[in-house]
C-alpha cells in the first residue's frame, strides 16, 4: 500500500480493482468500494482538496489517527461500521472519521492538503433487518438482539429503509433494544362528526361511498356507521402514518352489530401481506385481536353486541409488548417482534390481513385515537372510565377530555383564580350545565361512579345544589349539596333516598370533596382525601337512561326530585372529575393533593 502514495487516486482505484464514476453533483467523485480486495458495499464521494467537515455536534467524532494516504482513511471508514464522512490532511497525514453526514453537518473550506469525503450505505445493506439473528451472525450492519432479530446497532434507529444515525437518539435507552429511537410523536384523533377528518385536518382520508353516521355514545356529536355488507370503510393513504419500529396505542368506542365468529376490522396498517409487515386490530370470533401477522394477542372477553365499548391494542417498542384492552381492563398480552412496515394504506374498519379486504367492520365506531407512545394501564383505564373533566383553566364550558361533553353557560359564571390555575364562579343566576343527555353510565342501576371537585363557598350558607342530573323521563337528584348550615350532603336513590351528611365546608377556603359509589360500598364520602362518612351498601336504582347534568343549580327542577328543592349555589368550583367506576381511596388521595 505505501506504493499507492506514488500513483494518483485514479491510478489507485484501477490497481486495487475497484472504479470511479462521476456523481451528480459538481466536483465531487463517487468510489465505489464493492471489489472483494476492500471487502465493503459502502459508496464514499469525495470532494474537492480544500474541504474540511465540521460537525453539528462535536462527540460524532469516532476516531482521529495517522493514515498514509487517502485511501488508508477512506479504508479506515470503512472498517467502521458507525463511519459516514472523514476528512484527511495529506500534509499531516491526520484522518479523522465521523458518524454524521453532511445532510446533519457542514462543509467547511480549508487548505489545500485537506479533502472530505462522505459514505453513502445502500439499503441492500440492511436486508436481513428484522430476520432471524442467524441471518447477521458476520453481519457489519446490523447486530443480533437479545430478542433473536437483527437490529440496528447501538446509536442508529431503523427508517424504514436502513438504520440511520439520529440526532434525538436517546442514550438512555434499553441497551436490550438497541435501535430504539425517538421517533417522530403522532397523536390523531378522529371525532367522526359527519365525517372522517381527523380533528386537526392534518391527514388526507378517502372514506366509501354511502357512509352515514349515528348518535355517539355520549350523545354530543356523532358516531360513523360502518356496514360490511357495502364493503365500507375509510382509507389514509401511504406514507401519512408511520409506526414502524415505535410504539403506539390505538383506542376507539365500537358499537358491534351482529358479529360472527369470522374478523370484523378495526384499525390496520399493511405493506405487505406477511408477518410483523401487517398490522391489524380487529375483533375475531368475538374477542379482541391485536398483532403483526402471526405475532398478535388475542382477548379472553367475548364483546357484548349491540352495546358500546371502550377497546384499545398497545405495543411497547422498548419492552416488545402487545395488549389489547377492554373497557379499560387488560383482556390479552404477549411479546411480540416489533411491527416493520414502512408503508402502506391506514385502515379504519378493514385490513388486508388475510383473507385481505374482506374483513369490513359492521356497527359504530367513535372517538377514535392513534399515539405514537405506548399508553400505560392507568392511561387506558382512565381514558375509557373519565366521562368529563372540567378544569376551567381556559374555558367555563369546555371538557377536557376527548369525549367533547362540552357546558352551556346561563347567566354570567365567570373564571376567578382556582385551586389549580383557574376556577369557575357561580351564583343561582349564574351556572353551567349539558344541553345533552351525556352521560349514559349514570343511567344505569347499581353502575360504579365517582365525583372529584374542589368547592368553595364565598357568602352565607343556604339550601344549594353543587351537582344535580336529570333525565328526560323526569328521574332527578341533587347528588351534591350543601345544608342551610354548610354541612356538605350526599344523595342517592334506591328505592327511597339515600342521604350521607358531611362536615361542615369553611367560607371562603378551597375544600376537595370526593364522592365514590359501588353497589357493595355504597357512597363513600372523602374530605381533602381523607375518608369521612359512608352511607353502607345499597342497590342504585337509576333513570334507565343517559342524563344531563347541572353544575351550581338544579334548574328550578328540584321540587320535583326527591332530594328536594334548592337554590343555586354561591362560591367556585373547580377541577371537577366525573368517572364511571369507584376510584380507590389513594386515588382520591391524589386528587386532592394536586
Not at 495517522?66 to 470503512?78: E, G
Not at 437490529?151 to 440526532?167: I, T, V, Y
Not at 405514537?372 to 387506558?380: E, F, M, P, R, Y
Not at 337512561?545 to 320535583?560: E, V
Amino acid at each position: 500500500m505505501t506504493a499507492f502514495r506514488r500513483h494518483r487516486l485514479d491510478n489507485i482505484l484501477q490497481t486495487s480493482g475497484c472504479f470511479k464514476g462521476k456523481s451528480a453533483r459538481p466536483n465531487i467523485y463517487m468510489i465505489f468500494l464493492n471489489c472483494n480486495k476492500l471487502n465493503s458495499i459502502y459508496q464514499p464521494m469525495l470532494g474537492e482538496w480544500g474541504t474540511k467537515f465540521q460537525p453539528t455536534d462535536p462527540s460524532s467524532l469516532l476516531s482521529q489517527s495517522n493514515a498514509k494516504s487517502l485511501l488508508r482513511c477512506s479504508a479506515s471508514c470503512n472498517l467502521n461500521r458507525q463511519c459516514r464522512t472523514f476528512d484527511y490532511d495529506s500534509s499531516s497525514l491526520l484522518c479523522r472519521l465521523f458518524n454524521d453526514d453532511l445532510s446533519t453537518s457542514n462543509l467547511v473550506s480549508s487548505v489545500q492538503t485537506q479533502r472530505i469525503g462522505s459514505v453513502t450505505v445502500p439499503t441492500r445493506a440492511f436486508n436481513n433487518y428484522g430476520q432471524p439473528c442467524s441471518k447477521c451472525v458476520a453481519d457489519r450492519y446490523l447486530t443480533c438482539s437479545s430478542f433473536g432479530t437483527c437490529e440496528c446497532p447501538l446509536g442508529s434507529c431503523w427508517n424504514g429503509a436502513q438504520c440511520d444515525k439520529r440526532n434525538n437518539f436517546n442514550a438512555s435507552a434499553s441497551s436490550i433494544i438497541s435501535n430504539w429511537c425517538i421517533q417522530p410523536v403522532f397523536d390523531i384523533f378522529w371525532p367522526f362528526d359527519g365525517n372522517t377528518r381527523d380533528s386537526k385536518n392534518n391527514y388526507t382520508s378517502v372514506s366509501s361511498a354511502g357512509i352515514s353516521y349515528n348518535t355517539s355514545y355520549w350523545g354530543v356529536g356523532l358516531a360513523i356507521n360502518l356496514v360490511r355488507a357495502s364493503a365500507q370503510y375509510v382509507k389514509i393513504p401511504s406514507g401519512q402514518i408511520l409506526f414502524y419500529s415505535s410504539s403506539f396505542t390505538i383506542e376507539t368506542w365500537i358499537y358491534p352489530i351482529g358479529f360472527t365468529t369470522t374478523d370484523y376490522a378495526i384499525f390496520g396498517q399493511c405493506e405487505a401481506n406477511i408477518t410483523n409487515k401487517c398490522m391489524y386490530f380487529l375483533v375475531r370470533n368475538y374477542k379482541l385481536t391485536c398483532g403483526f401477522g402471526a405475532n398478535g394477542t388475542s382477548g379472553a372477553t367475548s364483546l357484548s353486541m349491540n352495546k358500546w365499548s371502550h377497546v384499545a391494542c398497545v405495543y411497547s417498542f422498548k419492552t416488545q409488548t402487545l395488549q389489547v384492552y377492554l373497557n379499560g381492563i387488560l383482556d390479552g398480552s404477549r411479546s411480540s417482534f416489533s411491527f416493520q412496515g414502512s408503508s402502506g394504506d391506514t385502515t379504519i374498519g378493514v385490513t388486508y390481513a388475510i383473507p385481505p379486504g374482506s374483513n369490513y367492520f359492521n356497527g359504530y365506531l367513535d372517538l377514535m385515537q392513534f399515539v405514537s407512545t405506548a399508553k400505560n394501564a392507568s392511561d387506558i383505564l382512565r381514558d375509557a372510565t373519565l366521562m368529563a373533566y372540567y378544569s376551567f383553566d381556559t374555558s367555563l364550558t369546555a371538557d377536557n377530555t376527548l369525549n367533547g361533553i362540552n357546558t352551556t353557560t346561563s347567566g354570567s359564571p365567570s373564571l376567578v383564580p382556582g385551586r389549580v390555575n383557574q376556577a369557575i364562579q357561580v351564583n343561582p343566576s349564574a351556572y353551567i350545565y349539558t344541553n345533552y343527555s351525556s352521560f349514559p353510565p349514570l343511567g344505569v342501576s347499581n353502575q360504579s361512579h365517582t365525583y372529584s371537585l374542589w368547592v368553595k363557598p364565598t357568602s352565607s350558607y343556604a339550601v344549594s345544589t353543587i351537582l344535580f342530573i336529570i333525565a328526560e323521563t323526569g328521574w332527578c337528584v341533587s347528588v351534591i349539596a350543601m345544608t342551610a348550615s354548610g354541612h356538605i350532603v350526599l344523595n342517592s336513590f334506591a328505592d327511597h333516598l339515600i342521604s350521607v351528611l358531611g362536615p361542615i365546608i369553611p367560607l371562603n377556603i378551597w375544600t376537595h370533596v370526593g364522592v365514590t359509589y359501588s353497589s357493595s360500598n355504597g357512597f363513600k364520602l372523602y374530605i381533602n382525601g381523607i375518608f369521612y362518612s359512608t352511607s353502607g351498601a345499597f342497590n342504585y336504582v337509576a333513570a334507565g337512561t343517559s342524563l344531563y347534568a347541572s353544575i351550581g343549580n338544579d334548574l328550578g327542577l328540584g321540587i320535583y326530585c326527591i332530594s328536594g328543592s334548592s337554590s343555586g349555589f354561591t362560591g367556585c368550583i373547580d377541577e371537577f372529575f366525573l368517572y364511571s367506576r369507584e376510584l380507590t381511596a389513594s386515588e382520591i388521595l391524589a386528587a386532592a393533593n394536586p
